[in-house]
């Protein structure tokens, strides 16, 4: 059984210049074609694109999709390669953790400083006009 790109992307909620894009880089494989040139997936392509959408959502860039993919092409490795990409994706996602909790305590001690008075006296006017208060190094992140 095979499907269209329209019915590939409607399976797998994944838009079809998103398709044609994993194909055009290498994450899909091209997939055979019609006589009038429309491109036919099967069930391995839906299989192997929600993969790809799962990574993403995960937040893996396009460079550790590609390794995991090889990886899971060729089962008989060492997951080594695969613990080494989780981890480097945990360390990010740990450091924007903190990162975040930064951002959430300046927002919370603006939003305390401000307590609804007047604009003239609003901390979260000074604050965010105030670049000393050390919340320079949040966007950095």
């Known amino acids: 059984m095979d499907f269209s790109i329209g019915e590939l992307a409607r399976r797998t909620k994944v838009k079809v210049p998103t398709i044609r894009y994993y194909e055009q880089i290498g994450l899909l494989l091209p997939p055979p074609r019609t006589e009038g040139q429309q491109r036919r997936y099967d069930k391995n392509a ?8 799962h990574a993403r ?9 590609r390794a995991l993919l090889s990886l899971q092409d060729n089962p008989d490795q060492s997951c080594s390669v695969a613990d ?21 305590a300046e927002l919370r001690r603006m939003v305390e400083e401000c307590a609804s008075g007047r604009v003239a006296e609003c901390r979260v006017i000074e604050t965010l006009a105030d670049s000393s208060h050390g919340h320079g190094r949040l966007a950095e992140t």
């Open 57 to 65: 959502e995960l937040g893996f860039d396009i460079e550790a999709i």
């Open 84 to 104: 080494r990409i989780a981890k480097a994706r945990l360390a990010e996602v740990e450091e924007r953790i903190v990162s975040l909790n930064a951002l959430r």
């Open 46 to 53: 839906i299989a192997r694109l929600a993969f790809i959408k």
